[in-house]
């Protein structure tokens, strides 16, 4: 089995510089809006099909980093300066010596394969005239070459590792999908059956014009119709897939998405090496997701990289293997180091917000529904901003959870403020239970009179006026704090939908305080 063990990309789009090691088998690739999730398949696929007509369609204007683009832009533009770009595939040992070499940016003997684009020195002078007279960056004589390490060059039809990219956020885009059913049809077939079926795909077309047409074409005289028979009326451009009977672009986007990644994991008479999948999660109901999940998870016969925004998707797939990148950073971080109990634990979770967590700074850490519900007001009145605005993430989780969290916290160096109930006992459940964890990074806040047990009581009595007013219509037998303790969800929603302001419980508001800072 061919396996990608490294990616290096040097001035490729977002990334200036851009080092990642891949696991064999699975490899998730979460983060934020721009930080690069697409960029890193694009990366992989471009180098693995050797396709020239990908670059050309995509231009390397868009290839190249805009930063050090300008950056040159504004330097004395000397022609030795001028920017590269590449990516290498670092790949575990094929024995092939066609493959092994040290055609790599660390100069080192290993397998791999390598994308490199470069001015092309047989356009010295006129580069050097442009770089003299103009603003503009000279794209157009630039060259690209697709390499292995050990030099030998290879292209599309000679490609090496046989992969597959299936594009999710392309589901409406007609050449995304005619690109995927080729892909898909290249993997199934070998080279021998590919050239039978093309000619006879061309012989049945003539045949239909030369038997079927033929009484027609009788009565139009100097003219005849005809079918198209040419090398953009192929058998490749003509092919689709069907499931029962029906193609699959008619099929709705969330069946496509579901068919394409289904199509693409299972297993084929040729061995598929690579599976590249851009949101496997697009347009897929909840109950077609959990299998999707479930299947791409039986996967052991080919390398999976895929980039989603999907919580189930990020922790099912096994945390450890998962790959975070930022908008605001050029740099990895893996979680291979967090606990195998932890990552078993969120696999099992049926509901949780850990690709929120993961991709946060700072974080307050709540137990239930109404502590969730009233902290983004508590947010604002202590630090006159938006919870958003303040740069503070609000996630509530099962109290039992807290741990789990905290665990990654540590590992990403996430600020994480804990906000918890005493459950009568501060002494044990807030200080010796969360020992381990209390620092400058992770802090645990409670009600450290021990009579003031849960969430509920402390927002009473600290506005025990405005909580009596609005509930005493609502309570019946029940005295108001009782009521509050018994409907703990609604509760809270009528304290948010009430206009006056509430009087936050000291502990919450040195949570806040510490977590803004």
């Not at 699975?26 to 180098?47: F, H, Q, R, Y």
């Not at 940016?105 to 356009?123: A, F, H, M, T």
């Not at 496509?256 to 496997?280: G, H, M, W, Y």
């Amino acid at each position: 089995m061919i396996v990608i063990e490294k990616l290096k990309l040097l001035n490729f789009k977002r990334f200036q510089e851009l080092n990642i090691t891949f696991d064999k088998d699975s490899n998730t690739i979460i983060g934020d809006n721009e930080s690069g999730k697409s960029t890193v398949l694009l990366a992989l696929d471009l180098v693995l099909s050797g396709s020239r007509s990908k670059i050309e369609n995509i231009g390397l204007e868009f290839l190249f980093n805009k930063k050090t683009i300008s950056d040159f832009l504004i330097s004395n533009k000397e022609y030795d300066d001028l920017p590269k770009l590449f990516v290498e595939l670092y790949l575990n040992e094929q024995n092939n010596e066609d493959l092994n070499g040290y055609n790599n940016s660390e100069r080192k003997e290993c397998d791999g394969l390598k994308l490199v684009i470069c001015p092309d020195d047989n356009y010295l002078n006129e580069i050097i005239d442009i770089l003299k007279n103009d603003n503009n960056f000279p794209f157009e004589y630039y060259k690209w070459d697709f390499s292995t390490f050990q030099g030998k060059l290879y292209n599309g039809y000679s490609r090496i590792i046989n992969h597959v990219f299936v594009d999710n956020s392309r589901i409406g885009s007609e050449y995304a999908m005619k690109e995927y059913i080729n892909n898909m049809y290249n993997s199934y077939t070998e080279g021998a059956d590919k050239f039978e079926y093309q000619n006879k795909y061309r012989q049945y077309k003539k045949e239909f014009n030369n038997v079927v047409l033929k009484e027609l074409n009788e009565k139009v005289g100097n003219y005849c119709f005809g079918v198209k028979n040419d090398s953009k009326s192929n058998l490749q451009t003509d092919l689709t897939i069907f499931e029962d009977d029906i193609a699959i672009e008619n099929k709705g986007k969330g069946k496509q998405c579901f068919i394409k990644t289904e199509f693409a994991i299972r297993k084929s008479k040729k061995n598929i090496d690579t599976v590249l999948i851009e949101e496997p999660e697009n347009h897929l109901s909840n109950t077609n997701m959990q299998l999707l999940i479930s299947q791409i998870g039986n996967v052991k016969d080919r390398q999976l990289f895929i980039a989603t925004h999907n919580n189930l998707i990020c922790s099912r797939l096994d945390l450890k293997k998962a790959i975070i990148l930022s908008s605001t950073s050029e740099d990895v971080v893996k979680l291979e180091n967090l606990d195998t109990d932890t990552a078993k634990f969120f696999m099992k979770l049926a509901n949780h917000n850990i690709l929120e967590f993961v991709l946060s700074k700072k974080v307050i850490l709540v137990e239930g529904n109404a502590e969730y519900i009233l902290m983004g007001k508590f947010v604002e009145t202590i630090t006159k901003k938006t919870e958003k605005e303040s740069g503070i993430t609000i996630i509530a989780v099962n109290g039992l959870s807290f741990k789990r969290y905290l665990n990654i916290a540590n590992i990403l160096s996430i600020k994480t403020a804990i906000i918890k109930d005493n459950d009568g006992d501060y002494t044990n459940n807030c200080i010796k239970d969360y020992q381990d964890y209390n620092d400058n990074l992770i802090k645990v806040f409670y009600e450290n009179d021990n009579n003031k047990n849960t969430f509920e009581i402390c927002i009473y009595l600290n506005n025990k006026v405005i909580c009596d007013k609005l509930f005493a219509s609502t309570r019946r037998s029940l005295t108001v704090q009782e009521y509050m303790l018994k409907n703990k969800t609604e509760s809270a929603f009528d304290l948010l939908e009430n206009n006056e302001d509430l009087n936050v419980p000291e502990y919450i508001k040195k949570a806040i305080e510490w977590i803004k800072e």
